[in-house]
C-alpha cells in the first residue's frame, strides 16, 4: 500500500458517514452492557485505530493488527493503549494467557477463511459470560467488486452468523441489522458497479460531498435509538453480541 492510499484510508475511516455512523452505533451497544470499571478490551483487527478512541471510554483497550502500515500508524497514534501484531485465526500468540471483558470484531470476520475456527479460537480469552461483538457486512447477493477489493471471502445473513456462532460454542444475546436507511443507496451502487461501471473501480468508497456525508451520517445514526433492544428489519451489516458459557 503506497502512502496516498494509506493516508486516503485514515481520513476515509475518520470521517467517512459509513465509518462514523457504525461508532455511534456500536457505541451505544457497548454502553447498554454496563462494564465494570477497567473493564478488559480487546479488539481484533483495529486497522488504523479508527475505533480505539471509542473503546478506551469503556476500560483498558488492547488491539491486534496484522497490517504494518497500519499497525504503526495505530501504535503512534494511540498513546497508553497495547496494540501488537495478530490475526485470526491462529496469530494470537501476543495476547496468550490472557482474558477479556469483551471482544471486539469489526467488519473482521468476512476477511478470514476460516471463521468458525477464529471463532472458536478466540472464546479461550473470554472470561466465562463475557462478551463478543461483532459486525459483518450483510447478504451474500450483495457481494460484488467491493468485497473482492476488500479481499472477503464471504458476507453474512442473521441466520448464517447465528449458526456460526453456536456451533463454535457461543450464546447468541441479540442479532440483528443496521445500517438500514442506506441499504437501498448500497443496492443500487452493486448494480451499478456489476452491469454498467467498467473501470474496475467500486462505487462508494470516496467521501461524498459535506452535506451528502452529514445527512448519511444523521440517518445512520438514527439507529441508536432502538438498536440493540430491537433489529432492524434489514441493513447493509449484521451485529451479533454472543457470550461464552
Known sequence: MDKVAFDEMIETQKFHWWFKGKRNVLKRIINSFNLPKGCKILEIGCGVGANIEMLTNFGDVWALEVNEYALDYAVRTNDGVVIKKGWLPEGLSAISGREFDLICLFDVLEHIEFDEMSLRNIREFLKCESK?????????WLFSRHDHNLGHFRRYNKISLS??????????????????LSLPLMAASRFFDRYVRKDGVASGTKIPSRVINSVLFFAFSLETLWVPRFSSPFGGSVVAIAEKY
Open 132 to 140: 463478543l461483538l461483532i459486525t459483518v457486512p450483510a447478504y451474500q
Open 163 to 180: 449458526d456460526k456462532l453456536a456451533s463454535s460454542g457461543y450464546r447468541v444475546l441479540y442479532l440483528g441489522y443496521m445500517n438500514m
